[in-house]
């Protein structure tokens, strides 16, 4: 996709189709937004349900995925007080769950998100966010811009079955976070046991 995200936002919202009913898995929405100093949050054009007052909050009857490739901000919701969000944190929004988020009026930040909803989403997402903490920082990592634009791309073609390829990159997107996640987890437990037993060495296998 030829876009220069410095300037324009996309927002795409889908309607259901058969695709949900076959998958059991849709995305309901796609976007890329950046939000200047100063300016109000969030932008106009977001319809009724998904649009909403910082102050407030709002409650979402379905998964939601937003990406920080640019500025910082703040993220609280029901379960979890409210936490600072920097360029890199991708985090979660959980279905029936008050939430918000907004970024820093000093900075602004530029934002990937999608929502969705399924059966087999629900099942893994609860292993790998937490309600208490659903804030993963995973840096800016190329191949999760790369598949937002890639939904990007179906949700503006609309071709035959996008849902189902939409899914799909969303299920990849899902697999490369928690990969990411493994790896964080395992570099934490090898540098404490580093501190604790400078004389073992940890080695990988081919």
């Known amino acids: 996709m030829n876009v220069d995200y410095n300037k324009h936002n996309i927002v795409k919202y889908l309607a259901n189709n058969k695709d949900k009913d076959i998958w059991k898995m849709s995305v309901s929405s796609i976007g890329f937004q950046s939000t200047k100093f100063l300016d109000s949050y969030p932008p106009k054009g977001h319809p009724f349900g998904y649009t909403f007052n910082p102050e407030r909050g709002r409650i979402l009857d379905e998964f939601s995925l937003i990406y920080i490739t640019k500025g910082r901000g703040t993220f609280q919701s029901g379960n979890c007080s409210e936490k600072k969000i920097t360029k890199g944190d991708?985090?979660?929004?959980?279905?029936?769950?008050?939430?918000?988020?907004?970024?820093?009026?000093?900075?602004?930040?530029?934002?990937?998100?999608?929502?969705?909803?399924?059966?087999?989403?629900?099942?893994?997402?609860?292993?790998?966010?937490?309600?208490?903490?659903?804030?993963?920082?995973?840096?800016?990592?190329?191949?999760?811009?790369?598949?937002?634009?890639?939904?990007?791309?179906?949700?503006?073609?609309?071709?035959p079955g996008f849902q189902a390829v939409m899914a799909g990159i969303m299920m990849h997107m899902i697999g490369d976070i928690y990969q990411h996640e493994l790896f964080q987890s395992q570099e934490i437990i090898q540098a404490i046991h580093r501190n604790h037993h400078p004389s073992i060495h940890f080695t990988t296998k081919n």
Request: charged share 20%; hydrophobic share 45%; with cysteine.
């Open 90 to 159: 991708v985090f979660l929004l959980f279905p029936r769950e008050w939430h918000t988020y907004r970024p820093a009026k000093d900075i602004g930040w530029n934002e990937y998100f999608v929502t969705f909803q399924g059966e087999y989403f629900n099942k893994l997402l609860n292993k790998i966010f937490q309600p208490n903490d659903p804030i993963i920082h995973i840096g800016i990592n190329e191949q999760i811009v790369k598949h937002f634009l890639e939904m990007l791309d179906c949700a503006l073609a609309q071709s």
